[in-house]
């Protein structure tokens, strides 16, 4: 049930991205914005991992890409890049398309639940347990690097 209702909201999602111009990939059916550098699901299992080269997202934004079957968001925020699910954890929607704002937060762009990029806090009610997920970043060699815990969990798993 709960997998099923995942499904749906990816698949609602997907609808609206390929509406909007987005290419999607054949295997995950996911969007992505461009190849990352070569890198293998076992690099990426509990390592770090290459996924953008420094300087290809522009300051203020966020982009999207799959890494390791996750469907990762990184930002650049005054020069640090953030790296977090890109699965808003209110209904599932591409939190790199958010508005990143100048204390440090990026703003859904469904419904504007706003989120801290250094930890997840949902800012708009930091007591709640609902945040969104986040992940080691580093720069390494001229190249972004992400770690994704292997214990990480997709929303459809839950
Ligand atoms: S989907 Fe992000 S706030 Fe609703």
Redesign the pocket.
Known sequence: MIKAAGRAIIEKRNAILQHDGWEMTEASGLPFEETPPSSTDSEAMGGFVAVAKVGTIPEGQGRSFVVAGRQIAIFCRAGEYFATSDF?P????P?ADGYVDVDGGVV??????KFRLSDGCWLDNPKSKTRLECFPVRIHEGNIEIAIPQTATTPHDE
């Not at 209110?90 to 929607?93: E, P, R």
């Not at 859904?108 to 639940?113: F, I, K, L």
């Open positions: 808003c209110h209904m599932g929607a939190i859904c762009p469904w419904h504007a639940w």
